[in-house]
């Protein structure tokens, strides 16, 4: 009988496949009954699906709930989140699941650092407007705005060089968005200004996923974080604040994880050096108004004194 591993796959993952089926349900609710009835509870419960189906798509790219991935890939089709294409973000997140490139300011598609030679051409609107954004309320305030015009600018450029694959993610992307102005056209009650506001709100709280993921250290294995939570944010995120756990077992359902982590605690600790949280709450305390890291990556070569904070 073979040994259970943290990389065996269930057959049939019905936990991931229930929560998709509430997460369309509460955006279903959220654009027409909730709005309604009163348009803010409609725009805070369709953002919050927003995040939730974001978390979803994460799952559908790393190879769940089923085997094929064609059907995986058909369960969250619809454009939902408007400004992320769901194969570009599954190209970008499977680069960035190479571990000696995180951080990496070139390398790494969802590095948050700078090349220090970058920030020290930066005019000083532009470094105060990085720096604001280095905190936590900066990075839910502001975050999905920068990260998005840096985004869909990358992919212009791309587009522009004549790379299809970019191209072709994006038509496919805007049939997804055509399904949802239909939608909330013919079925809705929220507004199209209603909609764009909650799938904000739904980057926004991505954002706090995101905010400590990684870290500059000389170490691979010890960049990825450990966010000990069990609270609603943890389900939010599928349960990737115990992320070094998923990056070292990219396969593993977010239902195991929890269990993955409790079982082998100390190991993981040790492996990112103790690049531990106990809890979001902790890092609302420290890092609300308090940026966690630098702007321009502080080990990459400097360049002269204008580059520091």
């Known amino acids: 009988m073979r040994a259970k591993t943290p990389e065996n796959k269930a057959e049939f993952e019905w936990p991931t496949i229930l929560l998709l089926v509430v997460t369309y349900a509460v955006w279903g609710i959220g654009t027409t009954w909730a709005s309604s009835l009163w348009l803010p509870l409609g725009i805070v419960l369709t953002g919050v699906a927003v995040a939730q189906f974001s978390s979803l798509q994460h799952e559908v790219l790393h190879g769940h709930p089923f085997a094929h991935q064609g059907l995986n890939e058909?369960?969250?089709?619809?454009?939902?989140?408007?400004?992320?294409?769901?194969?570009?973000?599954?190209?970008?997140?499977?680069?960035?699941?190479?571990d000696p490139i995180l951080t990496d300011p070139y390398d790494d598609p969802e590095s948050n650092y700078l090349d220090p030679a970058i920030w020290a051409a930066m005019s000083r609107p532009r470094r105060a407007l990085m720096r604001a954004n280095n905190t936590l309320l900066g990075r839910i305030l502001l975050g999905p705005f920068i990260g998005t015009a840096c985004f869909i600018a990358g992919d212009l450029r791309l587009i522009r060089a004549g790379d299809r694959t970019v191209a072709r993610?994006?038509?496919?992307?805007?049939?997804?968005?055509?399904?949802?102005?239909?939608?909330?056209?013919?079925?809705?009650?929220?507004?199209?200004?209603?909609?764009?506001?909650?799938?904000?709100?739904?980057?926004?709280?991505?954002?706090?996923?995101?905010?400590?993921?990684?870290?500059?250290?000389?170490?691979?294995?010890?960049?990825?974080?450990?966010?000990?939570?069990?609270?609603?944010?943890?389900?939010?995120?599928?349960n990737n604040n115990l992320h070094v756990v998923h990056h070292m077992h990219p396969q593993v359902p977010w239902y195991r994880l929890p269990a993955a982590y409790r079982a082998n605690r100390e190991h993981y600790q040790r492996r990112n050096d103790h690049y531990v949280y106990g809890s979001y709450a902790e890092i609302f305390g420290r890092h609300l108004l308090k940026a966690k890291d630098p702007v321009p990556h502080p080990l990459w070569p400097q360049a002269g004194s204008s580059a520091a904070e």
Do not use: C, N, S
């Not at 058909?74 to 190479?98: K, W």
């Open 169 to 238: 993610a994006w038509l496919w992307h805007g049939l997804g968005v055509m399904l949802v102005l239909g939608w909330l056209f013919w079925v809705g009650a929220m507004p199209i200004w209603a909609y764009l506001v909650a799938a904000y709100i739904g980057h926004a709280l991505l954002k706090i996923r995101t905010y400590l993921e990684h870290r500059a250290h000389e170490a691979p294995r010890a960049r990825t974080v450990l966010i000990e939570d069990r609270g609603p944010l943890a389900l939010l995120f599928l």
């Open 74 to 98: 058909a369960l969250v089709f619809p454009g939902l989140t408007i400004v992320v294409p769901y194969q570009r973000f599954r190209d970008t997140h499977l680069a960035h699941h190479h």
